[in-house]
């Protein structure tokens, strides 16, 4: 099955976990795509989607997320039947708005019938964990969790 690693990102955090996955699973058909250059034609339910998305900005989904989610909520596609996990990146030290990026992005796929795979992965800036290492090893749970399923 075809995996597209979709990534939103302000620093480069997403874009560095999105090709350490690719380069981490060889053997999986893997593309990698910023949001910046997607439309919500992006979304093939024949695919299955690995979603690496930062939050900035207090709150909010870095500026191409935002600009991809919003056409997506405007152009409201059926999404069932297309299955995706997420990794949200950010920092504890925003207390409320901790991954709320990632959460919006979550809620709007889940909101348009798509099914969330695996679990729901993090990386806390502020805890100085590899954030690369982290994204592999969540990639290697959903693709886990999909190949049993
Ligand atoms: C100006 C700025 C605002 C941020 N706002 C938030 C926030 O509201 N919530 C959060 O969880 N993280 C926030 N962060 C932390 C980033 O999400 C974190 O550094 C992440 O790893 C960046 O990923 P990226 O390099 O892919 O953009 C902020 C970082 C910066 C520089």
Redesign the pocket.
Known sequence: MRTVVLYG???????AVALGIAKAYPDRDIDVVNMADAAPEVFDSAALFLVAC??????EL?GFAQFLHDDLEAAAPDLTGLRYAMFG???TS?QE????GSKQFDALLTALGATRVGPFGE?D?ISRAD?VALGIAWAGEVFAAVDAS
């Open positions: 990102t302000e620093s480069g955090r997403a874009e930062a939050t900035h900005g207090g709150g870095p990146l950010g920092d925003y708005k901790y991954n709320r990386h800036e954030h």
